[in-house]
């Protein structure tokens, strides 16, 4: 695809197809290939039964819910004129099971519930699971300093039919260097239903590339531009398809 | 997207700053470029034949990158000063910058010896990319699941990997985990980008920039933060010149740490050494605790010269009882391809093919022409 600016990226049309199967629900998404260096990590098309056994690709994270990876690809961008890579795409695709005492607290298919949870859970994340903190200023100075969302209005939609896609922003901020935070451009964390149980979430970064003496002269604006124009392209890619049953559960949670 | 930078570095290691010609002394350390570019078309294209181990190890003529800077040099017979890409010297006239994928090329337009205009490639130097992340050290937050960068942290039972040029952060932390096979909570990166690659000394940088003094010591400083722990330090590529430069900063024992190498760029013989007087020793259960695996072009050509010697450290390494089968397998292939040296014999040819162009003939009246059918830096770098 070509944007502003002359950038062109991969022809996602050409990308190749990849599924997952999670027994109710499915997603087919699409991978264009990096042209240097292939790193790439892609799991398994089968995930109905998750592994029990701890490996290096999935994790408990601190609040008890288990993270797998399924995806991690990375493609870049170049100025169609010079031929240098102007920007790199990190794209990461995981699956979130709940455990039972989450499961009781929230169901990712009922839409108002799940942005509700997502936000005390980025709140916890803020704070590092200390409850006592949740409402406190360290809690808001912490939650704009990693550039989160300060309240569910905040929170951006992507709307994929049936259900809505919350995109949460995120920035690891850097310790005692002020000149490096305020570079910052926050990474985009999308957070897709699939069951009562499972949801994916991806985490999506685009780096744009610097050189010294060569400095990308593009403002800050436009940058972000350049940025929300690539992710729109990846997510118009995604395609989420439920059983039946999940269908009508999806349309019970949300009457 | 990206503008000439207002005042390009001056361009003084071309032979002349003032002159529009080259006298026929430093003429002859200078080769065709390719053998599109010997002035049938356009200007003729010449390259400093010293450069040749660098190129060769920037480009790879077999892959789609390397024909990409291939063609854009060659693309400077018919290129001027306000070409894409092309940058003028305001200092000095006839001096330019071209910036390719991954590297700039430094040259000047001067008379010929036939009288006419020539590009002459006097210098190059590496550009990688550099992301919007800093050198540093980064490790893995479990609630945010994201890597966070950190000064100084405890990195017990830890494996820090020290990457070379690998791109931005994201891809070198993933590569991070497959080369260390170590799951993301015991993993921590140093990450090198690409403006401090582009400033190490095995890059041909004679000095250091602020941006790979402060990477220096940076890991200086978290190696002795970390002095009593137990670290597992893993270097891989130009990542073990950064390791080496940041432990000749730290005097006294490293007990407890433990080192593996991959495919390194530096000079492995003295990092050994030095790791060896701060009693750093390969993990105990490491098979092969310095790996060349031969799928790195750079270090494949960086060790030509140097192969002996680091075959003889690998021996010993082997005698300390630090290495196991998989070790001595790959000191007996490195053995096999010793008198092996494409690069030594492809350079050697290239002088060779300088000094013939431009012999002195005698009588003085007879006019010199260049041998258009000599050998090219392309053709010399296709053998290698």
Redesign the interface.
Known sequence: MRFKYDVIGPDFEDADIINFDFGEAEICLRLPQDMDKQISYVAAWDQKVLPAVPKNRWDTHPFGFRIFDLVRQFWSYYDETTERCVANESFQLNLIELPDEICAEVNPLNKQEFIEWLFKFFRLIAVRGDESLLGSDIELANMKAHMMPLSIEQIEIHHAGLLDWPMLTISMPYEDDEEANAKRDPDYFIYIPLTERLFLYIDQSISILSREGNPVTLPKADILELKSEILSEILSYIKVTYSSDVLQRIQKANQ | ?????RN??SLSHLPSSTNTFLSRLDMKDYVYFSENTKGIFGKAVKIKVDLFPRFAALVDPKT??GQ?VIR?IENLRMLNGAS??VHANVNSAFRFML???NMKVFYAVLDGDQGRKEIFIGDIKA?F??????AGLYVF???????????QVFLHDKTVYINGN??????TL??A??QT?????NLALFYVP??VV?GLGVWGSTSQ?L?VKSAMSLLSDIIKFNREKRVIWVSEAEGADVFLNALTDVTGSLKGHSYRLIDPITDTVSLLANMKAKEIKPPVDEVAPVTYTGKNRVTNLHIESKKQAIIDALKMLRVKGFADFPHQQMVKELEATVGNAPLGKNKQALIDTAALNHRVLHPKSVTRESNKAALSFITALQRV
Do not use: R, V
């Open positions: 997207m990206a503008t000439p930078p390009p570095k789609h990158a990409t854009q894409p890409g910036t390719t994928t550009d990319d550099s992301s919007g992340n800093d937050d479990t609630f945010s699941n994201k890597y966070k960068k950190h000064k690998s791109g931005n952060l994201e891809k993933e590569y985990q497959q096979e170590t799951s993301k909570g690409g403006n582009n920039s941006s």
